[in-house]
């Protein structure tokens, strides 16, 4: 197999695949050693360490993780994920929460290639608040943004609200009206008039430093 089509095969991951990943390759960067399967399941409130070995299995079988024979701590990532890594502009920080006037830094970050969209048209900002959480957006995640002005019902995008406003949530349309929905079962959506909203991209990855 071609080391394009391993690449796509390993990008074919489930959310808390993803999140398993990317705890293992922080906690790797932090400690210099792998965490045990008890350590992620605690990270997750995973009680079942069956559970926890059947989700790094099949990382390992989606060639992102690798383990060593007969040794304890031994799952490290493999190669193909950070194969290629492109710069991507930080374009600043998006409110998950009550919208906040967007401040544009002169910034770059590095993601692998295979995060990003087909049309390469896209940026990224840093996410400022809690009403995305269900969505297992955070504060202080980096949201990678596919750059267009149409989305679907449902999709989560990057909205500009009033003309000078920005904001992180789901979309929905309703006629002559918007409604942006947060991932949060706390807060409110907002209801807004169409014409006040402008649709600036939609989020297609993620990512986060533990």
Avoid: W
């Amino acid at each position: 197999m071609s080391a394009a089509k391993l690449r796509r095969r390993a990008m074919a991951l489930t959310r808390r695949q993803r999140e398993i990943f990317d705890f293992i390759r922080g906690f790797i960067d932090a400690h210099g050693y792998s965490p045990s399967l008890e350590e992620i399941g605690r990270h997750f409130g995973l009680t079942s360490v069956a559970t926890v070995h059947k989700h790094v299995q099949r990382l390992v079988e989606k060639k992102l993780l690798r383990k060593g024979a007969n040794r304890s701590r031994s799952v490290e990532p493999t190669s193909i994920e950070t194969s290629t890594m492109v710069p991507v502009p930080l374009l600043g920080v998006v409110a998950a929460g009550a919208p906040l006037e967007s401040v544009e830094v002169p910034e770059t970050i590095t993601v692998p290639q295979e995060m990003l969209p087909r049309s390469g048209r896209c940026f990224a900002l840093r996410v400022r608040g809690d009403s995305m959480i269900e969505e297992q957006i955070r504060d202080g995640d980096v949201v990678i943004v596919e750059s267009q002005a149409e989305a679907a019902d449902g999709e989560t995008v990057v909205a500009l609200v009033r003309g000078h406003e920005v904001t992180l949530k789901k979309l929905q349309r309703r006629g002559d009206s918007v409604r942006l929905v947060p991932a949060n079962a706390a807060l409110r959506a907002l209801e807004l008039p169409a014409a006040d909203v402008v649709v600036q991209g939609v989020v297609r990855g993620l990512l986060r430093r533990y």
